[in-house]
Structures are given as structure tokens and as C-alpha cells.
């Protein structure tokens, strides 16, 4: 009886020591790399990430935008045919298109890069604070989060969206499109959604 509650013991420590000797391998095989400044300078807080279609990725920190090979950081001021504005960058997107969107903080506005030029700026219709949120709907359609408020690219101008709030007004703070195309608002009084085949948000 001993012989066979010992033979047990030993059967079911196998797969605990060999999960053991898988973690180790797993430990061995990866390694962890940080970075704290790019070009020289400091990055301060990094807010936002984004990868182009080339596969570059955008980093966009208190200290502007970079954009990452997988070895080097390049800032934006080094490899762009214009400057941005001198603020944080708190909001990076990709668009089906292939567009970079940027989004500023301090009233620096939203932005759109294609490669390496920098396309003439569209506008908010009223004062800006600190972009923080993009999304693309499944028509096309940008949507951006300025000043904790809705906006939405039509005509080539960006407009207030108001959604149905059942008592006073929110704060929106984040689009999101859904894998059936439903278009989704995260606010701080709750979620409204849109239909893939509605206009409104309910």
C-alpha cells in the first residue's frame, strides 16, 4: 500500500517539474529592454502608442512624437517636413487610410501625418484643450475626445456630437468600434451605443 501511495506521489510531481523547466526555458528566451530618452533628450511621460502600415511605431510622450525602427528613436522635428506644436502629444491613431493622427495637449489641436509630411490641420470649431481619444467607425468616419467632449469628422470639419444624456451632460471618454461595426461611447455617466445601421447613439 505504501509501495503504490509513493508511485502516486511521484506520478503527479512529473508535471509540476516539468512545467518547472518550461518556465525556466520561458524565462531564458526573452529578455526586457527599457528606454527612457530618444535623440538625446528625455521622454518624460509616454501617453500614447501607435504602429503605421510600415510597421514603424509612434511614441507620443510629454516630450513630442518619436517614431521607433526597433533599434532607434527618431524625433518628429528630425525626420518631418514641418514641425508640430510644441506640446504633448497625448493621442496617436492609425486610420484605415494609413494616416497618423496626433493629437496635442494645451490647445495644440489634432494633426495628420503620411509618411514623412506633416497635412495641413482641420481645425476644432471651439476651444481646444487635450485631445486624448481617437477611433475610426466602420463607414470611415474619424471620431476624436477633445476637452472630455465628442467630435466627429464630417465635410471636412470637425463637429460637436451630442449624445441623449438622461439627466445633464458627461463627460465622454472614450470611442470604441466594436467587431459587429456597432460604435460604442464610454462616458462617465454610463455607455451609449450606435448601431452599425443607425445614426444615433441610444
Do not use: C
Not at 5 to 25: E, H, Q, R
Not at 159 to 169: A, F, G, H, N
Request: no cysteine; net charge negative; proline share 4%.
Amino acid at each position: 500500500m505504501r509501495a503504490a501511495i509513493l508511485l502516486v506521489f511521484g506520478l503527479t510531481l512529473l508535471p509540476f517539474s516539468a512545467a518547472a523547466g518550461d518556465a525556466d526555458d520561458l524565462l531564458t528566451t526573452y529578455a526586457l529592454t527599457s528606454w527612457g530618452d530618444g535623440d538625446g533628450r528625455p521622454l518624460g511621460s509616454v501617453e500614447a502608442l501607435a504602429q503605421d502600415d510600415d510597421g514603424y511605431l509612434w511614441i507620443g510622450s510629454d516630450a513630442g512624437l518619436f517614431r521607433f525602427d526597433g533599434s532607434r528613436f527618431s524625433a518628429w522635428d528630425a525626420i518631418g517636413d514641418r514641425s508640430l506644436p510644441a506640446r504633448a502629444v497625448r493621442a496617436l491613431f492609425v486610420s484605415g487610410d494609413g494616416t497618423l493622427w496626433v493629437g496635442l495637449a494645451d490647445g495644440g489641436g489634432i494633426h495628420r501625418i503620411r509618411g514623412r509630411e506633416l497635412l495641413s490641420e482641420t481645425p476644432l470649431s471651439e476651444r481646444v484643450g487635450a485631445v486624448t481619444e481617437f477611433a475610426e467607425d466602420s463607414s470611415g468616419v474619424i471620431w476624436a475626445v477633445s476637452n472630455r467632449v465628442l467630435h466627429r469628422l464630417a465635410g471636412g470639419a470637425w463637429q460637436k456630437v451630442p449624445l441623449p444624456w438622461p439627466e445633464r451632460e458627461g463627460l465622454v471618454l472614450q470611442p470604441y468600434l466594436g467587431r459587429t461595426g456597432d460604435f460604442w461611447i464610454a462616458t462617465r455617466w454610463g455607455a451609449f451605443r450606435r448601431a452599425r445601421s443607425s445614426d444615433t447613439f441610444e
